[in-house]
Structures are given as structure tokens and as C-alpha cells.
């Protein structure tokens, strides 16, 4: 049992936006129990506001901020028994190389340091950039795969070019669960409303046209169905960043939306499971909040009024049963979910998910015994000097970490908590970026479209 290595064991999850830290905390909590949470926020873009934690609801026993460098002179001085890499891939990749670094320089000074094992994987669908984004998370001990399908996608792309695939193991979506959907009117109060959500995403479509459209079918909807409560679940508030960037905020286009919205709809924020204890019809372009609508047997739409096209992600869901158009929910069309395509992605509410994390589990505690036993193997990630030179020093770089993995001379050093003046610049300077990505670059993107 995990237990008997440490009770209880220590778990770091480090991540880079609210989103990821959601998935890393109840990664953690699903694989290794009985564990102590120690939570790290990456520092850039879409470091999550309180707010945003807030919203998550997922609790450490403690919170903070750090550089990559300065993750890595924590796991240095103290490493937890398991890391859990809830980021985007380059730092994933930057983190394991630093990670080999510190266990290379403690072989070195002859310290009797056990290696921690590291687990890392994808906080949702995969629908873009498979090739890049898992080699640039090979390396770790365990790279989670959402479901049956993604696990042999993984194989096939590590095996495809000669890397180890060992790491590939079959979970699912950690966030899945909630209340069965038990019909319309029918979520414990007697006179509560039909209820129409549509799951909003922060990237997903990218121009304003698309997004209008989308917020004006919402109101014909509305207008259509008065009797029906309309809602638009919202990830984030102006200023505010998810995993993804939002150039074109709905809170800012739905003011635009000719003769307003109607009273039955409205934006909503909030747990999206808590959304969903009140939902009769989910409505999303591509959000990973239909698998969690699916996974409680809610009626579930995936919008094909924009095309069924890679660049919005909707084609994942082709095989489903639940691509649908406005207009055919408009009409009163429900889709009926292909249970085989469910099992395929492992959000069939048939018990199947409790066991959902017995592979994870058994591996992670596999290498923990490892661990104990100073046989766990070095962190070798497939990107190195010798199979991608012209292309690994630029992600480490990224997160001041040489070609060796060494911190960068110049690095930030946690050493010491930043004084006053160092705050006000950091908070400064963060904010300057922030605005710049959300503000000043659509304008000179839309500019050179002209």
C-alpha cells in the first residue's frame, strides 16, 4: 500500500493556470492517498487570481507562487515522494531536465537524495499538437492518458519515434463524478426551470464574428423558449486568464448583442459542477465540460454551426451522437450519446470510472518502492542535445535553464522572499504583460490583417 513507503506521503503539484491546478490536485488526490498536498503556481500569464482558486475548490496545505528555477531549489532542498506536472509542455519539459539536473549534481557531491517520482499528463481533450506536446512531456515517470483511445495515441506516437512509451497509463479526467441526471425538473426542486447551458471557452471560437454568433443564437434560443432559463458559464472575468488565452470576452460582446440579451438569459461563473446540478441541456463548441456533462447522463450538444474543423476542437467528438446545430435544438432536438464512444473515452457512468485510477495507482506505487530502494531510473526525456539541438535550448531558455538543465546565471533565487520594491515591479511588470497579450497584440494582429 502507498501508504507504507511514508504516512502519510508528500505530493507537490506544481501548475500554470487554474485549470491545471484543478487537474493536478485531483490527479494527486485519485492516485496517491492518504498524502499531504503542497501546491506551486508557476509564475506568468495565467497565474490564477484568488478568485479563480477560489472557484476551483481544490485545497493544499499550502499555496505559492515560484519561477521554474526557483520549483526546482525547493525540490532540491526538500523533495516530496511524488511531483505532479500540471503545465504546458515546454515547462513540463524544462521542469524534467531541471529535475535530472539536481539528481546529476547530487551523484556528484555524493548526497544520498531519493528521486521523486513524476507524473504528468493533459488537464482535458487532446485535439491538437499530439506529437509536440507529448515529446515534450517524455521523460516523466507517469504520463496520464484520459482514456482508452488516448492511451494508445500515446503509445503510438512514443513508439513511432523510437522512445520509451512504459510512462503511458490509462486513467481518466479526474474531475468527473456529481449527481446522475435524472430528468427534466428534476434536480430537487419541484418548480426550477428547464435549464440550457452553454459552456463558454476562452480560445475557442477565435474571432468576434463567431463569438457573436454564438451569443445570438444563445438569445433566439432564449427568446424562443421562454419558459426556459438560458445560462452562459463563463471560465473567467475581464483581465482575468484560464489555460487558454480570451482575447474577445463574451462579457464584452454580449453588451453588442442586438436588443440585449432576454431576461431568462443570463452569465453565469462558478463550479462547474455545481452548474451542472441545475443543467437539462449542455451546449459547448468543444469544452471538456461535455465529458462532465456526459459522464452524468446529461443531454449534451456539441455545435457543428461553426464547422466540425481541427481548429476548434469539435471534431474529437465525431462518433458521439452529439453533434448537433442550433437549429436542431432550436426544433427540440436532444442528442443520444454512442455508449461505445463513451467507453472509448472513459466517461461511461456505469462504475467503471471508480476503477478508472487502479492502473495508476498500482504503477505509482510500483515506483515508489523503487524510490525507496534507490532503483529508480534517471529522468531521460526523449528531447536531449543529441536528438534535438536546434530546438530543446530554446524551451529550456524559456524558463532560464541552460542546454544542461542548470539554472541560468541571472536566474531568480528563492532564497529569499522578494522585497517591497521587487513586488511592486514583479506585480508591475506582470500586469504590463498581461495587457499586452489580451489587448495590445489582437489589435496588431487584427491591424496586419487589414
Known amino acids: 500500500m502507498q501508504g507504507s513507503h511514508r504516512n502519510p506521503l508528500r505530493v507537490a503539484v506544481l501548475a500554470d493556470s487554474d485549470t491545471r491546478w484543478k487537474w493536478g490536485a485531483l490527479t494527486a488526490n485519485r492516485i496517491v492517498s492518504d498524502s499531504r498536498l503542497t501546491g506551486f503556481l508557476l509564475r506568468g500569464r495565467a497565474t490564477p487570481t484568488p478568485r479563480q482558486l477560489e472557484e476551483v475548490g481544490v485545497r493544499a496545505e499550502s499555496l505559492r507562487e515560484v519561477t521554474a528555477v526557483e520549483f526546482l531549489r525547493e525540490m532540491e532542498r526538500d523533495a516530496p515522494d511524488v511531483i505532479v506536472l500540471a503545465l504546458v509542455g515546454g515547462a513540463v519539459q524544462a521542469v524534467l531536465h531541471g529535475l535530472a539536473r539536481v539528481a546529476q549534481d547530487a551523484l556528484l557531491t555524493g548526497a544520498t537524495r531519493k528521486r521523486p517520482v513524476v507524473v504528468t499528463g493533459y488537464v482535458g481533450v487532446v485535439y491538437e499538437k499530439l506529437a509536440d506536446g507529448l515529446l515534450l512531456r517524455h521523460g516523466a515517470d507517469v504520463v496520464l492518458a484520459n482514456s482508452r483511445q488516448d492511451a494508445e495515441r500515446f503509445r503510438a506516437v512514443y513508439e513511432g519515434v523510437g522512445a520509451d512509451a512504459s510512462a503511458v497509463t490509462e486513467a481518466a ?96 461563473y462558478g463550479h462547474m459542477g455545481e452548474v451542472l446540478d441545475r443543467t437539462d441541456l449542455l451546449v459547448t463548441v468543444s469544452s471538456t465540460a461535455a465529458l462532465e456533462s456526459l459522464h452524468r447522463r446529461i443531454p449534451t450538444a456539441v455545435l457543428t454551426d461553426l464547422g466540425v474543423r481541427e481548429a476548434l476542437g469539435n471534431h474529437h467528438f465525431t462518433g458521439s451522437g452529439c453533434l448537433a446545430s442550433w437549429d436542431q435544438l432550436d426544433a427540440g432536438h436532444l442528442p443520444e450519446p454512442d455508449e461505445r464512444w463513451l467507453a472509448r473515452q472513459g466517461v461511461a457512468a456505469d462504475g467503471a470510472y471508480e476503477k478508472a485510477f487502479d492502473a495508476a495507482r498500482e504503477r505509482v506505487d510500483a515506483l515508489l518502492t523503487d524510490a525507496a530502494a534507490g532503483a529508480l531510473a534517471p529522468v531521460e526525456p526523449y528531447y536531449s542535445l543529441t536528438t534535438a539541438r536546434g530546438y530543446l535550448p530554446g524551451i529550456l531558455a524559456r524558463h532560464h535553464l541552460g542546454p544542461d538543465g542548470a539554472p541560468l546565471p541571472g536566474a531568480p533565487s528563492a532564497d529569499k522572499d522578494p522585497g517591497p520594491v521587487r513586488q511592486i515591479v514583479r506585480r508591475a511588470a506582470r500586469g504590463a504583460y498581461r495587457h499586452g497579450v489580451q489587448r495590445v497584440a489582437p489589435v496588431i494582429r487584427r491591424m496586419g490583417e487589414l
Not at 177 to 198: I, W
Not at 205 to 223: I, V
Not at 238 to 257: D, F
Open 173 to 268: 479526467l479526474p474531475f468527473l463524478g456529481g449527481d446522475p441526471y435524472r430528468g427534466p425538473g428534476k434536480h430537487g426542486h419541484e418548480d426550477a426551470p428547464y435549464t440550457v447551458v452553454f459552456a463558454a471557452q476562452p480560445s475557442v471560437p477565435e474571432t468576434a464574428a463567431h463569438r457573436t454568433y454564438l451569443l445570438r443564437r444563445l438569445a433566439e434560443h432564449a427568446r424562443l423558449h421562454p419558459d426556459r432559463d438560458v445560462l452562459l458559464k463563463l471560465r473567467s472575468k475581464p483581465g482575468e486568464h484560464t489555460t487558454h488565452i480570451e482575447e474577445l470576452p463574451y462579457q464584452k460582446l454580449a453588451q453588442r448583442v442586438e436588443g440585449g440579451l432576454p431576461a431568462n438569459c443570463r452569465l453565469v
